[in-house]
């Protein structure tokens, strides 16, 4: 009867703290809206969100129970895998070497994109 429903809350509303709570440095803006209250990704918003996406995941998924620890940790490793994609492909221009770990970042992430679900 939608027993797992608190702890999702919980986690969405841990998540969009621990990302208000990103302190300032450099290359990194603070946020200035929750994370689930950002409606249009771009620009700044993007390099925000690969810079400190894997810290506020980490931050809040840590020390999950035993049914949920492989979950966590493969989901860390799909988002690692689509920021790492992301960062290549803003390279100003791509030799064969950088398109090959491309290559590998997504087929990483498609294996097991379930996850998100």
């Known amino acids: ?10 986690r969405q509303q841990a998540f969009d703290d621990a990302w208000q709570e990103i302190p300032p440095c450099p290359g990194l803006s603070v946020a200035k809206k929750a994370y689930r ?5 771009q620009g700044e918003e993007m ?33 690692s895998a689509l920021v790492d994609l992301s960062l290549m492909a803003q390279y100003r221009s791509h030799t064969p070497h950088p398109l ?3 290559e590998r970042y997504l087929q990483t992430f498609y294996r097991t994109k379930v996850i998100f679900l």
């Open 100 to 102: 090959v770990y491309m």
């Open 1 to 10: 009867m939608g027993g797992g429903v608190p702890h999702k809350d919980k």
């Open 47 to 79: 390099r925000n969100l690969c810079r400190g996406i894997l810290a506020v995941l980490v931050s809040v998924l840590q020390n999950p129970d035993s049914s949920l620890y492989y979950n966590f940790k493969s989901l860390l490793k799909r988002v």
């Open 37 to 41: 209250e950002v409606t249009q990704w």
